[in-house]
């Protein structure tokens, strides 16, 4: 009897283990997601302050075309 009571208490601890490892292994999956959603939104940032940054530059060249 105290053979099977200590079996359970193993087989409980390795399940709660393994339950807090997947918790573990989806929150790092997820983190890994979110950092590339915000890279990929960077990213496009970037952009759009690059293209407005050239519009900027023609209009600026187009009032005064001696610079």
């Given at each position: 009897?105290?053979?099977?009571q200590?079996?359970?208490?193993?087989l409980?601890?390795?399940q709660?283990?393994i339950?807090?490892?997947?918790q573990?292994?989806?929150?790092?999956?997820?983190?890994?997601?979110?950092?590339?959603?915000?890279?990929?939104?960077?990213d496009?940032?970037e952009?759009?302050?690059r293209?407005?940054?050239t519009?900027?530059k023609l209009?600026?060249?187009c009032?005064n075309?001696n610079?």
């Amino acid at each position: 009897m105290h053979r099977e009571q200590m079996l359970e208490q193993k087989l409980e601890y390795l399940q709660g283990v393994i339950r807090d490892t997947q918790q573990a292994s989806n929150e790092g999956w997820q983190a890994i997601i979110d950092e590339d959603r915000l890279l990929a939104r960077i990213d496009a940032l970037e952009e759009q302050i690059r293209i407005y940054h050239t519009k900027v530059k023609l209009i600026l060249l187009c009032k005064n075309p001696n610079n």
